[in-house]
């Protein structure tokens, strides 16, 4: 059993910048992959990013490459999303979820339960 808590959310002005957190519990954090996915008023949540148990590979959905930058620290069982150049269509609830295996789908095992990011224009 794996569980997630996610923070560092909040309101930003668009161009700013938040670090989102995930703190996950457990002893075999590195044999998961993680994901990022948000989820906007109206409509389906979506991937954004998801890096693997180890930390060498991200992928990162193309409405967020290049901006959005996902890292790992297995001896301290986090993720972050570190969020730049942020934009008012990143307004969203974040959620963090592991699985063991890294996806784009909405198939992970455990989730958190959001935090609310909103970006101000």
């Known amino acids: 059993q794996v569980q997630l808590v996610e923070s560092g959310g909040g309101l930003v002005q668009a161009g700013g910048s938040l670090r989102l957190s995930c703190a996950a519990s457990g002893r075999t954090f590195s044999s998961y992959a993680m994901g990022w996915f948000r989820q906007a008023p109206g409509k389906e949540r979506e991937f954004v990013g998801r890096?693997?148990?180890?930390?060498?590979?991200?992928y990162y959905a193309d409405s967020v490459k290049g901006r959005f930058t996902i890292s790992r620290d297995n001896a301290k069982n986090t993720v972050h999303l570190q969020m730049n150049s942020l934009k008012p269509e990143d307004t969203a609830v974040y959620y963090c979820?592991?699985?063991?295996?890294?996806?784009?789908?909405?198939?992970?095992?455990?989730w958190g339960q959001g935090t609310q990011v909103t970006v101000a224009s």
């Open positions: 890096i693997t148990g180890s930390g060498g590979s991200t």
């Open positions: 979820a592991a699985g063991l295996i890294a996806t784009m789908t909405s198939t992970y095992n455990y």
